[in-house]
């Protein structure tokens, strides 16, 4: 686990130091933050001061990281507190603590993951995944590894892929097959060589090593693993090259003894002199285990002492180490509880008062709302009672203006009917010229037109209500035939036979003579306006919305431009029929106050030149 979190470091600090210029690199970042001005870059030296400090001094990592998060929280700096907490947990990953390594590292994901940062979410998990290896928990640092490669699949900056595919192949190479494998070994290659990162190229090698053997190839695998060696320890990579000389001991301590024993010395000479302590307890206890098993006293007791060396000064280094890291971890817990607990009450001190607020302005908008609704109502009363008075003045209005139509209609009818049955007898006069008789038959024509007007003026209810109908149940079968009998005599006069197609039947509850009077107004109609020869189609049906009677013709259909006004009483609207036939405009009218008393609906659709169809929608049975 340390050589995968070193490997971390190194491969996001290749650019800064070589591999013995770490701590002069330490040395002048620490002596440039005097002249840093920049908060946030000051924040990102302090974080990279921390990393770089671990290996030589974990307490110092630990400060450097405490006081990066501190000022990243105050100037609300969420990359600068990621890197401070996961510098956090690399410093429990190495000190063994496996829970609180954990438990940083999680932190430093969400936090990434809060700003999208997917390069470092991929290191996160990967640290992760190494720290549940670490532990035991395969299962769960296989899962973790895999969940790293995925989000590293969609990252645009893929450098850090290499370093998650080294370790994971590294650490579960069971997990590939062997087409796997090379897949993601050139996969790790080609972003090593993107990046130029020699130390992961060197890694990559090791990998090679690995699956040659793996397949079998076993002399194969140990030659590369020589040149990965080499190739290390020519680049002063020594923490790099320790892995494949255990590795080249532990494939050869069987059969070439001397060469294995050679491999393990060296890598024990090269943690001795770089102080990596995490190695020197693994390769001394390699070392032990062999010559106790080969029952040589002498150097077992030599290399037991060394390894009993080695855990004293673990421990003596422990207890010089200026911070309890346990107890600091459970006092980071409770501070961070209680700056949570202490935003809450501030949250929730904010909300009380804001409700608070907005109570007292919604009492005085109700208050204002109140005075205006007073205002308000008073004026609407007023309005009220004026359009309640103006309403019942133009009721009356129009009872006055319909009682004058009928009283003048009326009054006009006995003349204008006088001068119709003269007319009529002087035309019955064989003595008149036929000039006389031309004059006296446009008269009698012009008498006949007033009459039929006087007659529908009579007929006209300006204020029919549904109150004033007699209903009562009526055959509608039984109605459209009647009517259709009735109008035939007319439509013969222009040779249109009307065709009555009866698709439903049955009673519907409404006014014999108005709903009679309605369908004679369409019929009559439909044969003013139907050229000789025309066809007239009749129709009722039954709908899920009630019953549907149609009146269709083949005459001269309704010009757009007047269509609105049809049913508007003495409108513009009217027009001769194809004979020469008059009309007056109140036909259409009459009908639609029939039809909404009935609580119906009357429409039309038309064509101009190929005909007119009326509908009527009654409902089924009204009460």
């Not at 409700?355 to 109502?377: E, P, Y």
């Not at 009054?411 to 008789?437: V, Y």
């Not at 197609?501 to 109609?525: A, C, H, P, W």
């Not at 001769?576 to 405009?585: D, K, L, R, V, W």
């Amino acid at each position: 686990m340390i050589r995968a979190n070193i490997i971390i470091i190194f491969f996001f600090l290749a650019a800064l130091q070589p591999v013995r210029g770490q701590v002069e690199n330490i040395r002048k970042i620490q002596q440039s933050l005097s002249s840093i001005s920049d908060s946030l870059r000051y924040v990102d030296a302090i974080n990279t001061v921390s990393l770089l400090l671990y290996e030589q001094n974990v307490d110092s990592s630990l400060y450097y990281a405490n006081i990066a998060r501190a000022i990243s929280r105050r100037l609300g700096y969420a990359k600068g507190i990621a890197d401070a907490t996961n510098n956090i947990g690399i410093v429990f990953d190495i000190k063994g603590n496996t829970q609180f390594a954990l438990r940083y590292y999680n932190d430093a994901f969400n936090e990434y993951s809060s700003i999208h940062d997917s390069s470092n979410m991929v290191q996160t998990i990967m640290n992760i995944a190494m720290v549940y290896n670490l532990s035991g928990n395969n299962a769960k640092a296989i899962a973790n590894f895999k969940h790293a490669l995925a989000i590293g699949e969609g990252i645009s900056h893929d450098s850090i892929m290499s370093l998650a595919i080294y370790n994971f192949m590294l650490d579960y190479p069971g997990e590939f097959t062997a087409s796997s494998a090379n897949a993601y070994i050139q996969k790790a290659l080609a972003i090593a060589l993107k990046y130029h990162d020699v130390r992961i190229l060197v890694a990559i090698k090791q990998l090679k090593a690995n699956e040659l053997i793996k397949i079998g190839n076993k002399d194969e695998g140990i030659k590369l693993l020589r040149e990965t060696v080499d190739t290390a320890l020519h680049m002063n990579l020594y923490f790099l090259s320790l892995d494949p000389l255990i590795e080249l001991g532990d494939l050869l301590i069987n059969n070439d003894t001397a060469k294995a024993l050679a491999y393990y010395k060296h890598a024990l000479a090269i943690t001795e002199q770089n102080e990596f302590h995490s190695y020197s307890k693994m390769v001394i206890k390699k070392l032990y285990d062999f010559y106790v098993a080969k029952n040589n006293i002498t150097l077992a007791y030599y290399y037991s002492r060394k390894l009993l060396t080695a855990y004293e000064n673990e421990q003596n280094n422990n207890d010089t180490a200026g911070i309890d890291y346990i107890e600091y971890a459970l006092k980071d817990q409770q501070l961070e509880a209680a700056q949570i607990k202490s935003a809450y009450s501030s949250r929730l001190l904010w909300l009380v008062g804001a409700i608070c607020a907005l109570a007292i302005t919604i009492i005085i908008i109700q208050l204002g709302n109140r005075r205006r609704s007073q205002k308000t109502h008073t004026v609407l009363q007023h309005n009220f009672a004026q359009l309640e008075s103006a309403t019942n003045s133009l009721e009356q209005g129009n009872k006055n203006y319909a009682r004058l139509i009928r009283i003048v209609a009326h009054d006009l009818r006995n003349p204008i009917g006088a001068i119709n049955s003269i007319c009529t007898l002087l035309l019955s006069d064989n003595k008149l010229g036929p000039a006389e008789q031309d004059w006296i038959k446009l008269i009698h024509k012009s008498s006949q037109s007033c009459l039929q007007l006087i007659s529908e003026l009579l007929q006209t209810d300006f204020m029919l209500k549904e109150d004033s109908l007699n209903k009562e149940n009526i055959d509608l079968s039984a109605l459209l035939q009647q009517t259709v009998k009735l109008l035939n005599f007319r439509a013969i006069e222009k040779k249109q036979p009307i065709i009555l197609q009866e698709t439903t039947s049955g009673e519907i509850f409404g006014d014999y003579n108005k709903l009679s009077r309605v369908m004679n107004n369409l019929i009559v109609n439909a044969i003013k306006f139907s050229k000789e020869g025309g066809t007239i189609w009749v129709n009722a049906e039954k709908k899920p919305e009630g019953i549907l009677l149609t009146v269709k013709d083949t005459g001269i259909g309704i010009p757009a431009t007047i269509a609105n006004q049809l049913f508007n009483p003495f409108s513009n609207a009217k027009r001769q029929g194809t004979a020469g036939e008059p009309s007056f405009g109140l036909g259409l009218y009459i009908s639609k106050q029939i039809i909404d008393a009935h609580r119906g609906r009357i429409w039309f659709e038309s064509e101009p030149g190929k005909g007119t169809t009326f509908y009527i929608l009654l409902p089924e049975k009204t009460e």
